[in-house]
T-cell receptor, first 118, second 114 residues
Framework: GAVVSQHPSWVICKSGTSVKIECRSL??????MFWYRQFPKQSLMLMAT?????????EQGVEKDKFLINHASLTLSTLTVTSAHPEDSSFYIC??????????????FGPGTRLLVL | AQTVTQSQPEMSVQEAETVTLSCTYD???????LFWYKQPPSRQMILVIR??????QNATENRFSVNFQKAAKSFSLKISDSQLGDAAMYFC???????????FGTGTSLTVIP
C-alpha cells in the first residue's frame, strides 16, 4: 500500500508555456502533499506544502504565482509551472502523507517528473 | 537556522560488508524527527528509517540501524550485510515540530562492489 503516482513522468515544452504535473495517492487518502524540486546531483528542495481544501504554504523564495498548487481532493494535488522558462527545468517530486499535517508522518514519494523547457 | 550535513558525498562498500553513513544536524529544538531516505537510480525516494528525538533507543529496520547521538547532534546510518540493491543516494532529513520545517541533507552516493 501507500503508492503515489505522478503524471507525466517527463515533459518537454517550449519557453512561455504552462505545464501541469499531477500527483495522486492511489490507495490512501493524503491529508497533506508536498512538492519538491531536485537539481542534478543535488538534494531535494521543499517548494510547498499543500493541504486538501486550503491554500498551499510556500517555502521562502518560491514564487507562488509561478508555481501554482491545487490540492482539490484527498487523492490529487497538481503543480502548474506557469510561463515556464529554461531555468525551470528540473526534476519535480511530490510526496504524500496518510495522516496529520506535519512531516512527522511518513512521506510516500512519487516517482518524479522531469521537466525540460526549451 | 537548522541545517543537515552529510560529509561523505560518496561511499563504497564490498557486498556483504557493513558501511556507516554519517549525518549531523544543527538545531536548537528538542522535539524533532530524523529520517534516512534512499533514492535509487529510478529516482523513487524510499523511507529507510526514522527516529523520534525523544526516544533514546536507536531505531532499527532489518539490516538498517541508526546511531542517534542527541547531544552530539549526530544521526548515522549503518547498513549491515550490504547488498547490490542498496546502491543508491542516501539522504538524511530533519523535521522540527516546533518550526514545522523539513530539511534534506546533500546526500551520500553509496556504491556496492560485488
Amino acid at each position: 500500500g501507500a503508492v503515489v503516482s505522478q503524471h507525466p513522468s517527463w515533459v518537454i515544452c517550449k519557453s512561455g508555456t504552462s505545464v501541469k504535473i499531477e500527483c495522486r495517492s492511489l490507495d490512501f487518502q493524503a491529508t497533506t502533499m508536498f512538492w519538491y524540486r531536485q537539481f542534478p546531483k543535488q538534494s531535494l528542495m521543499l517548494m510547498a506544502t499543500s493541504n486538501e481544501g486550503s491554500k498551499a504554504t510556500y517555502e521562502q523564495g518560491v514564487e507562488k504565482d509561478k508555481f501554482l498548487i491545487n490540492h482539490a481532493s484527498l487523492t490529487l494535488s497538481t503543480l502548474t509551472v506557469t510561463s515556464a522558462h529554461p531555468e525551470d527545468s528540473s526534476f519535480y517530486i511530490c510526496s504524500a502523507s496518510r495522516g496529520g499535517t506535519g512531516f512527522q508522518e511518513t512521506q510516500y514519494f512519487g516517482p518524479g517528473t522531469r521537466l525540460l523547457v526549451l | 537556522a537548522q541545517t543537515v550535513t552529510q560529509s561523505q558525498p560518496e561511499m563504497s562498500v564490498q557486498e556483504a560488508e557493513t558501511v556507516t553513513l554519517s549525518c549531523t544536524y544543527d538545531t536548537s529544538e528538542s522535539d524533532y524527527y530524523l529520517f534516512w531516505y534512499k533514492q535509487p537510480p529510478s529516482r523513487q525516494m524510499i523511507l529507510v528509517i526514522r527516529q523520534e528525538a525523544y526516544k533514546q533507543q536507536n531505531a532499527t529496520e532489518n539490516r538498517f540501524s541508526v546511531n542517534f547521538q542527541k547531544a552530539a547532534k549526530s544521526f548515522s546510518l549503518k547498513i549491515s550485510d550490504s547488498q547490490l540493491g542498496d546502491a543508491a543516494m542516501y539522504f538524511c532529513a530533519y523535521f522540527s515540530n516546533t518550526g514545522n520545517q523539513f530539511y534534506f541533507g546533500t546526500g551520500t552516493s553509496l556504491t556496492v562492489i560485488p
